[in-house]
């Protein structure tokens, strides 16, 4: 079974749904000594057979293979869905053709999606949201998958560490993507990435990996230094040029701009950090349903901005670090990485 002892480069290349992670991606990563993901977290099981088959025939590393835990979700009431749309419509965008209304189911079925991970088996499964059940667990370790779970305070790490899960993705606030917290109705604690790996290193006996906002070598060290096996970094490589990051959103993530991230549940639903726009302004404390109703609800305004190279309406996800993002190779990125982690 995976253990990060076997990294070249203790870098895990973070999974990130909607076509940003693809299989020249994932494999440039693992050939050059660290993992490389995928975010399944909306993707048919047929396109992930497709994918895990396409990055394996591209290498022997290591790939992680990442999924969300949903929870159930319950269709809007006529008068929660008329508010929502009334605060889509009301943006100053033309969108081709109507917002549809989504219906049940609002997301994939997790065992159907892993009928072809059970198919096409990586090295690493992980989730985001949640826990997963112990069979899943179960049934991945009897297949010789390590399952790693993502956490962000130190109750989620005891729970992932009781689970029988192998290893914990300790998720600061200074990542980009959707807040992993597993009730996204509690309090945050926010904690910063230095903080939780501190805190999960003491409370818990499992392997850390740590994600918020790393993007350069001596970041990487710093982290090691903390107690971490490994780091988790996405918004570093979007402007590699295997990532299928969009021109625009590259162009933002290269701009000199200077804007910040910032919070949104307007996109998804669900509370997501990312280059601020106009979108987010415009649809802060507006109402919105639930996550992934929501994400779904919005999908073709995405669509749409994509299509007109309009950033201002895509979701720009990035961590807080994105100012430092570098366009260049994967493989020339990882020697930069290793290169100044060598100095740290």
């Not at 740590?210 to 090691?224: D, S």
């Not at 994509?306 to 190779?329: C, F, H, I, T």
Request: net charge negative.
């Amino acid at each position: 079974m995976f253990e990060f002892s076997q990294l070249a480069v203790p870098i895990v290349q973070a999974p990130m749904a909607g076509g940003l992670n693809t299989p020249q991606l994932a494999a440039a990563v693992a050939n050059a000594g660290g993992v490389g993901s995928f975010g399944f977290a909306y993707t048919r099981a047929d396109k992930i057979a497709e994918d895990l088959a396409k990055t394996r025939a591209l290498t022997q590393g290591p790939i992680n293979a990442n999924f969300f835990v949903f929870q159930p979700v319950e269709s809007p009431s006529k008068k929660v869905l008329a508010s929502a749309l009334q605060a889509l419509s009301e943006l100053p965008l033309e969108v081709s053709g109507e917002l549809v209304i989504p219906t049940s189911p609002f997301f994939p079925d997790l065992e159907q999606q892993l009928d072809a991970v059970w198919a096409h088996p990586p090295e690493i499964l992980t989730f985001h949201f949640g826990l997963p059940s112990s069979a899943l667990i179960h049934s991945a370790h009897s297949k010789g998958i390590c399952v790693g779970v993502s956490a962000t305070n130190k109750e989620e790490g005891t729970a992932i560490e009781k689970s029988g899960a192998d290893f914990i993705v300790a998720q600061g606030i200074e990542a980009g993507g959707h807040r992993g917290i597993f009730d996204p109705l509690a309090c945050d604690s926010e904690l910063p990435m230095a903080d939780l790996v501190k805190q999960l290193v003491d409370a818990t006996t499992l392997p850390i990996v740590a994600a918020g906002g790393l993007m350069t070598g001596q970041e990487i060290g710093g982290a090691i230094d903390l107690g971490a096996a490994a780091v988790q970094m996405g918004t570093a490589f979007l402007c590699c040029e295997e990532a299928g990051t969009s021109a625009t959103y590259r162009q933002m993530l290269l701009s000199k701009e200077g804007r910040n991230t910032v919070y949104t549940s307007g996109f998804s639903g669900r509370r997501a950090q990312g280059i601020e726009n106009q979108f987010i302004r415009l649809m802060e404390n507006k109402p919105t349903l639930a996550f992934p109703i929501q994400n779904t609800l919005t999908g073709p305004i995405r669509k749409q901005a994509n299509v007109d190279n309009d950033p201002e309406y895509q979701s720009l996800w990035a961590g807080r670090g994105y100012a430092k993002s570098r366009s260049m190779p994967v493989s020339e990125l990882m020697q930069v990485l290793q290169s100044e982690m060598e100095q740290f």
